[in-house]
Structure formats: C-alpha cells, structure tokens
C-alpha cells in the first residue's frame, strides 16, 4: 500500500528561509510530492506528528495554526480515501495514480492535460488511429476552450451541449460533429472507468445531432474493366495508385492499411493470408492471376509486397500510412478524371466495389460477409443497403417498359 507523509521539501529553500509544505507519496519505490499551499520555517513544523506548530511570536496566532492543521487532516483524509478506493480494485497503480485522483476530485486536473494522457496511452498500445483521432479531437477543444481552463469535472451535459452547440455555429458537418463527440465520449467513459469520474449519469444522451449515412459507392463492372485497361505508364504516380485500387478489389476488398502492410511471408502455398488491422481477423485470399500480375510488377527487396512502408519503429510506419492516404487517394481522383469515371474514386471505393460485383452475381450474404471479413451477416446487410436501391431501380425501369 501507498504511504503517505507530510514534510518540508528542503530541496526548495526560499529566500525568506521558509520550505514548502509537501505530502510524500510513495508506492513501489515511486515517488510524488503534492505541494500544500503552505510555506514553513522549520521550527514551525513537528515532523514526528506532521503538525504546523504555534510559536509564541506573530507569524501566525493560534487560530490561524488550528485551521491550517484542519485543512491539512482533510487533505490526508483525501489521499489515503483513493488510495483505499485503487487498493480495493486490486490492480497494480503508481503514485501517480493517487496524485491524479485526488486532482481530478479537488479539480486540479485539466480536461486536456487528461486527453494528452490518453493519447499516450494508446501510443503505448500501438494504437496509433486512436491516438490521432484523439489528437484531432483535443485541437477542437482547445479552439472551444480559447483562454478557459476546462477541467475533467466540467465534462457534465451542460458541457456536451455547449461543445455540440459550438461545432454546428462554426459549420461543421454533422457527420464531423458525431466524430468529435465519439471520440468525447471515449474520453468520458475511460475517465469513469479509471475512477476518475463518480458518476452515473450519461451526459451525451440528449446529444441532437445524428450521423447522416454516406453514400456508398460502387463501381459497375464495365467501368472496372475500363481502369484495369487504361494505360497509365507514362505516370507512375497514377498507374501505381490504379494498381493498388485494383489490388484491393482482387483481394475480396482489403483495406488500404492492410495491403500497405502486407509482406511476402503472409504468401504461402499460392494464398494470401493476413489479420485485418481494423478487427484483427484471419483471413486468406487465394492467389488469381490478376493478384500474381499486380505483385510481379512490384517485386522489390523489402519484406513488403508494396515498396511503401519501410523498416522503421510502428509509430513512424502509421505516418507514412497517413501520407500514402492521402496520396493514392489524390491520384485516384486524376485518375477517374482520365477514364471519364463521374465519381471521385477513394481507396475504399475498391472494397464497395467487389461487396456490390459479389452481389449482382448471385453470391449469397453468408459468403459475401465471409469474403470482406465481416464479422457478422448484419454488417454485410447494412454494408449492402444502399446499394439495393439502384439494382430496384434497374428492376423498375424494365418492368416500366411495356
């Protein structure tokens, strides 16, 4: 258990002769001190009782001692109340854990400060989306913040509703909205998880702004067939991306992030086999001839079958990922432009593509929900929704023709 002992910190002597008044945490050899508002000669201090002491001169009269002495009993009280509440969890906590808590309680603690310390820990965890959307997140609510210290204890309905209220005057699209207060909410609900949060109450439930679906596009097979034609290698930048779109749509739809990780190990026996980054699912992908081209093409030395990431600390691996995005994505909408394709073109148009091609030849929801590695026929379901509509319409259209 954590001990707790109130001292003067005489490695921070004032001018004036006097030390400050410090609590000394210490658990598992770590330790951190929380400053009192109080600075003392030494005289004043009893260090065997950790009392302030009255002297017979005019520094402090009596009264003035007593209360001191009843706020610092309040204060012990506070530390060793967490200290029981993290020993009753049974799970291994530092000094800084009680330091924080009782922060948090005496609402010492900024909301930020809390938001940084969550981006690290999903640094740690390697979670490096989750960090970045975070990191998005509190950008927001520093700009909503301007000059005001907002604290943990503000994060109250009131304060979801002003935040909501703020984001909508500045024109942000409801979909951004909903992406903010997600992320808001994660930061909540790990707050009252932590124990740093005594609440039961859900302030995000009168949240008034709701996700609006996007669109899901797809595209037809002819118009495939016009991409994987077109001749793009006077620009490599655009053939590459065309490929990689490609790649993806012969790989059962696999997201970007996985085929930028994908390295030549995870082939074997003429199947492709790899874990979804978004759910950590096993899925294997037998090799077509389609998939043996692409790969011949950009046959390189690195362990990667795409010569993009490269052999450096994750975190750094997750930027490059970011900025092959944002590219590919860039060429793919010059190169649309260039095969009078009317839609802008994204990465994961490709994964739409091939649920939408599955679907118009008869494969069943069992195994196009097999195929895109989702984890339930649900998703598939409301993954295919939007794309009923225009095969109802091509229906509609031959029955109207009488």
Sequence with gaps: ?????????????????????????????????????????????????????????????????????????????????????????????????????????????????????????????????????????????????????????????????????????????????????RNLKSIFNQAVQDGYLMTTVNPFRFIRVKQTRTVKRALKRDTLRRLSDRDFSQYPHLDMARDLFLFGFYCRGMSFIDILHL?????????????????NQWLQVAVTPQLERLMNKYSNPSQYVFPILKDVPEEEQYHIYRLALERVNRNLK???????????????????????????????????SEGLGHTSEKTTRIYLKEFDRSIVDAINEKVSAL
């Design 263 to 279: 390295k030549k190990s995870d082939i074997n026996n003429d199947v492709i086999g790899y874990r979804r980054h978004k759910t």
């Design 1 to 181: 258990m954590a001990s707790v002992k109130l001292l003067l910190n005489k490695y921070r002597a004032r001018r004036d002769g006097t030390y400050p008044l410090v609590f000394q945490l210490i658990h598992n050899h770590q330790k951190r001190l929380l400053y009192t508002p109080y600075k003392l000669y030494p005289e004043e201090f009893d260090v065997r009782n950790g009392r302030v002491l009255h002297l017979s001169n005019d520094r402090r009269n009596l009264l003035e001692v007593k209360r001191i002495n009843r706020d610092l009993a309040l204060q012990r009280k506070s530390l060793d109340k967490h200290i029981e509440a993290l020993e009753l969890r049974r799970e291994e906590y530092t000094a800084a854990d009680v330091l924080f808590r009782y922060q948090v309680e005496h609402d010492n603690l900024s909301l930020l400060h809390y938001v940084d310390m969550q981006i690290g820990r999903k640094q740690k965890q390697n979670k490096y989306g989750m960090a970045a959307a975070l990191r998005s997140t509190r950008s927001s609510l520093a700009t909503f913040s301007g000059l005001k210290i907002l604290h943990l204890n503000d994060l109250n309905a009131l304060f979801v509703r002003a935040y909501e209220d703020f984001l909508m005057q500045r024109g942000v699209c409801p979909n951004t909205v909903c992406y903010y207060m």
């Design 334 to 368: 010059r190169v649309a432009e260039m095969c009078n394709v009317a839609i802008s073109l994204t990465t994961h148009m490709s994964r739409h593509s091939w649920a939408t091609q599955a679907k118009e030849i008869g494969a069943p929801i069992a195994v196009i």
